[in-house]
């Protein structure tokens, strides 16, 4: 499984940004696909994740109502609509996926097999 993360960069304060990750695997629908991002030095935080078009997406507490995941199983893609965009959601965001990950787990890190390569989100005026 491969996962190429793309569409970072520097936007203003209360700008848009939108995130895609395209998926090299087999049944990309019947994986769980998420995004976590991290802040120069913090850890890894869970930020939203997606089981299946028509399943309710988990979003954490700090981009709740600013942020939206959503999935193209024809296209192997998850993308993260990023709104309202604040200066604390400067981070790399990088995109996960697993098949067998519960959702109890969803905001673990290390419950995910395979990782993209990560994307910078800089929000700074």
């Known amino acids: 499984v491969q996962l190429q993360a793309s569409g970072g960069g520097l936007v203003q304060p209360g700008g848009s940004l939108r995130l895609s990750c395209a998926a090299s695997?087999?049944?990309?629908?019947?994986?769980?696909m998420s995004w976590f991002r991290q802040a120069p030095g913090k850890e890894r935080e869970f930020v939203a994740a997606?089981?299946?078009?028509?399943?309710?997406?988990l979003y954490a507490d700090s981009v709740k109502g600013r942020f939206t995941i959503s999935r193209d199983n024809a296209k192997n893609t998850v993308y993260l609509q990023m709104n309202s965009l604040e200066p604390e959601d400067t981070a790399v965001y990088y995109c996960?996926?697993?098949?067998?990950?519960?959702?109890?787990?969803?905001?673990?890190?290390?419950?995910?097999?395979?990782w993209g390569q990560g994307t910078l989100v800089t929000v700074s005026s």
């Open positions: 996960a996926a697993d098949r067998q990950v519960i959702v109890s787990s969803y905001s673990r890190p290390n419950a995910y097999d395979y």
């Open positions: 997606i089981k299946s078009s028509d399943s309710r997406p």
């Open positions: 695997v087999v049944s990309f629908r019947s994986y769980v």
